[in-house]
């Protein structure tokens, strides 16, 4: 064989390997996500809500592949969305004493934030709120991809 056609198919597996590669990250968390609560459930816990807010796909750091859409209940046991989030690995809810849309922002208030819990499902979703948690205290929600360091989305709702 010549050096052209071995360095050509070389590059062409390590081609193929890498988006079979990128592609497992992306399918992986939807594949193993958990079942999403229905809209009853949903419905039922946004109802005892004391905030809502609107998670928007237009925000500074969100993207094709990194973005939220919905409504987002805040309440002192639970905050719930309906809508969607793009899939992704290692989501977490954070409550944010400021409004924040990039990962600048994100990671320079990132020690005034509390982290609440993990989002499972990427559409509709009910996080519970911890004990000693006060959702007043916090003005913003914002969904953060902790293995990627990725912003996703946020909302401020006071």
Wanted: proline fraction near 6%; include cysteine.
């Amino acid at each position: 064989m010549k050096i052209r056609t071995i360095a050509f198919l070389i590059v062409t597996h390590c081609a193929v390997g890498g988006l079979g590669f990128g592609a497992g990250i992306y399918m992986l968390p939807i594949l193993t996500a958990p079942p999403a609560p229905s809209e009853e459930e949903i419905k039922a816990m946004s109802s005892q809500a004391k905030y809502t807010a609107q998670f928007r796909r237009d925000l500074v750091d969100s993207d094709t592949l990194h973005w939220g859409e919905g409504t987002v209940s805040i309440g002192s046991e639970s905050i719930v969305l309906m809508g969607k989030l793009a899939p992704g690995p290692d989501y977490k809810l954070y409550l944010s004493p400021e409004f924040v849309e990039t990962e600048a922002d994100f990671n320079r208030l990132k020690s005034t934030m509390v982290r609440v819990g993990d989002v499972k499902t990427f559409e509709n979703f009910v996080v519970k709120v911890p004990a000693g948690t006060d959702p007043s205290d916090y003005t913003s929600v914002i969904i953060w991809c902790e293995a990627f360091s990725q912003f996703i989305t946020s909302a401020k709702y006071q």
